[in-house]
């Protein structure tokens, strides 16, 4: 029965390894599906008790200020937006950076490095100033100051979700642009060169592409729908 | 199955093209929805937007996943050892989701309290915040100032 199966399934003959990858990159794939376990309970606990809420804050007015704009101005959905594209642009200088790193070519992986590191930092930046921005208008965890849409009183459950999961993906964030600098030291201290491999920026690319992904859901839930 | 083997070399600077483009197309048209979803009051059309925004996430989470985290490239094995776990989350939203739904039903059904808070008004108090100004601006409907009484007197419950 057992040499059956060995000589059905090469892969699993041994003498190679059967998912064809590096453990520790294997072990970055099932480290970022437990993550996405963890944003997927705090994100589905936010849809829980907004479906069992009568009335919700509507985004589009909570989330209508640009910074350097005139106070009052309304402009939904455009500071966002700019967040938006500053994570999707730094994660193709990621993707351009793991291929340079295929590649070999140093000079390529320092420059996408740089790229990606100055693109988590404006994200970051944007993130700081609407957290400032909400703080200043009487939003925090435990105060709501935004009615509902429909004109009712609302509960603290909106800002106590938005800062916990935007913080905690903003940490996220934080811990992906530390990622990226080390790994930016390391391929100028030509570690990368003498191990004759770029695995660890793939690696950090995964994690930083895995940021990206959660700020799809986590934008289309609290700013779209 | 057997052309699963390696071929990273295969995929270039084209694919990372395309898929950046693909991305931000559905990106823009998100935004673009939500553009339009603002003056809807439909509850319907508001409903199917969300749907399709919700889908077009779903795609834009794919393109993120098989291209640039590339485990389409990956072998069979490992994509299934990462998605087939992954789909436990049909089970957590649909359960959780109608849970949360079943539980504000029962509370509009048998706690009036809980159902009279959620039909109030409120008279948006003069703060010096212009933000919030503008919030209750944008909600002036016909009836805000209508239950002005009966806002004190939940307020005064607390």
């Keep these: ?225 | 199955m057997s052309h699963t083997a390696h071929h990273e070399e295969n995929h270039g600077t084209g694919e990372i093209k395309k898929v950046t483009i693909i991305l931000s197309v559905l990106t823009i048209v998100e935004l673009i929805l939500g553009f339009w979803m603002i003056g809807i009051t439909s509850e319907a059309l508001r409903l199917a937007i969300k749907g399709t925004i919700i889908i077009l996430m779903l795609a834009k989470a794919f393109y993120i996943v098989a291209y640039f985290m590339h485990l389409k490239h990956e072998l069979k094995n490992l994509i299934m050892t990462v998605v087939v776990p992954l789909s436990l989350f049909v089970w957590f939203i649909g359960a959780f989701l109608i849970d949360g739904n079943s539980f504000k039903n029962l509370r509009n059904t048998y706690d009036p309290y809980f159902k009279e808070r959620s039909t109030i008004k409120v008279e948006k108090k003069a703060e010096g915040h212009g933000g919030s100004h503008a919030a209750g601006a944008a909600h002036g409907t016909a009836d805000t100032t209508a239950h002005t009484k009966d806002t004190a007197a939940v307020e005064n419950n607390h």
């Design chain 1, 1 to 225: 029965m057992s040499t059956a199966t060995v000589d059905t399934t090469k892969s699993w003959s041994g003498g190679k390894s059967p998912f064809n990858v590096e453990y520790g990159k294997l072990m970055m794939w099932y480290f970022l599906m437990s993550d996405a376990f963890t944003f997927g309970a705090f994100l589905i606990s936010y849809g829980t008790i907004r479906f069992s809420t009568n009335g919700w804050p509507d985004p589009n007015v909570v989330f209508k200020s640009f910074p350097f704009a005139p106070e009052g101005v309304n402009a939904p959905l455009v500071f966002v937006s700019v967040m938006t594209f500053i994570l999707i642009v730094s994660s193709v200088t990621m993707v351009l950076a793991v291929k340079a790193g295929q590649e070999m070519d140093k000079k390529s992986v320092v420059k996408y490095m740089i790229w990606t590191i100055i693109g988590g930092i404006a994200f970051l930046s944007c993130q700081a100033w609407e957290w400032n921005h909400l703080h200043h208008e009487g939003a925090w965890w435990g105060r709501n100051p935004f009615i509902n849409a429909d004109g009712t009183a609302s509960s603290t459950n909106f800002t106590n979700y938005f800062f916990t999961i935007t913080g905690f993906h903003g940490f996220h964030v934080f811990t992906g642009v530390v990622i990226n600098i080390i790994m930016l030291i390391m391929t100028l201290l030509d570690k990368f060169e003498q191990r004759g491999h770029y695995l660890m920026i793939e690696k950090a690319g995964l994690y930083w592409h895995f940021v990206d992904l959660v700020w799809v859901f986590v934008f289309t839930c609290f700013y779209l729908v």
